[in-house]
């Protein structure tokens, strides 16, 4: 449960919807969307179109949001076709989400033309690097793909994926896995590596009042290379010992935007020495942040290191247990 506050709901396996055609789809479904967090993150530099290259393990957690997706009794317009509703005011319901923007692109692939409301249910905070948004454009893709009986497999709905955002495509993969490119080439890890991480319970902790811009962020470490960047030769190195090995996860953290963040929201870097020295804890950055993780030990004491963030951050502070996936 969250500590101190609502209770979470878990995300299982067996809640992601599969592709499967049907000759009787449903008229509506619930999807699962979880939070992610980067265990490992190496930006490797800059590419000619802009993005940049990284190698990420990347692992869903039992948090996130859920979406509702359900066929309309109405005639509708292609460009009213899909329509949206969030609970958090601060989420756009136009087609500057990822939803709307994954609904229509499975159209054009399937031709489907039955008008759709989807209600988001929005847990994951926005500006977090807690990939909310792509999550959520993955759970309208698999809706979408069972509301309309399209089957579309893993390799098309990958595609799809990509098409709507970078790292859109890694959740469609039940499990941690790595990421490459700028996010859409996405590798399965060995059963092994798996079963180390797979329901490692982790803390996730962000600050009220502001997030961070992965834009601004990919910005500050472009403007900083090659000092910025990790190379990709010593990432792959890195990632591939501990997978090949037996060390904890916690061995495994690393970030390096943390270095272009902490320098402009000191809060983040006093939180992670805060948790080191009181707790033994090793915070990471997930993704561009802000929102932070570390993983839990057995004995940890959670309801101390709950409240020691709130007394730093204010009552409005996310604080979140979950599992790795």
């Known amino acids: 449960m969250e500590v101190g506050c609502t209770a979470i709901v878990v995300y299982s396996r067996a809640l992601a919807v599969k592709s499967l055609a049907v000759s009787n789809p449903p008229r509506s479904v619930t999807v699962s969307s979880p939070a992610k967090i980067n265990l490992f993150l190496a930006v490797t530099g800059r590419r000619d179109d802009g993005y940049h290259d990284l190698v990420s393990l990347v692992a869903p957690l039992t948090f996130g949001d859920e979406l509702t997706a359900e066929v309309e009794n109405r005639v509708a317009r292609a460009e009213e076709q899909f329509r949206l509703e969030c609970d958090v005011p601060e989420v756009p319901v136009d087609g500057r989400n990822l939803v709307l923007q994954a609904a229509a692109a499975l159209r054009e692939v399937t031709g489907w033309t039955e008008p759709v409301m989807f209600r988001l249910t929005k847990r994951i905070p926005l500006g977090a690097g807690l990939g909310g948004g ?44 790595i990421i490459r490119g700028r996010g859409e080439r996405v590798e399965e890890l060995p059963g092994s590596a798996v079963r180390r991480l797979r329901g490692r319970r982790v803390l996730l902790f962000k600050p009220a009042g502001f997030g961070v811009s992965t834009a601004w962020a990919y910005a ?57 020295t009181r707790y033994g804890l090793a915070a990471c950055l997930s993704g561009s942040g802000s929102a932070g993780f570390a993983l839990l030990p057995p004995d940890a004491p959670v309801e101390a290191i709950a409240a020691d963030i709130r007394e730093a951050w204010g009552s409005g502070a996310l604080v979140q247990v979950a599992q790795i996936a």
């Open 134 to 177: 792509s999550s959520n454009a993955v759970a309208a893709l698999r809706a979408l793909n069972q509301l309309s009986g399209a089957g579309l497999g893993l390799g098309q709905l990958t595609g799809l994926a990509a098409r709507v955002g970078s790292d859109c495509a890694l959740f469609l993969h039940d499990q941690p896995v």
């Open 220 to 276: 500050q470490m472009a403007a900083g290379a090659p000092a910025t960047y990790l190379a990709a030769a010593d990432a792959e190195r890195r990632l591939a010992d501990w997978i090949a090995g037996e060390a904890d996860a916690t061995d495994l953290l690393f970030n390096n935007i943390d270095r272009v963040v902490f320098r402009k929201y000191l809060a983040l870097p006093v939180m992670w020495e805060r948790l080191r």
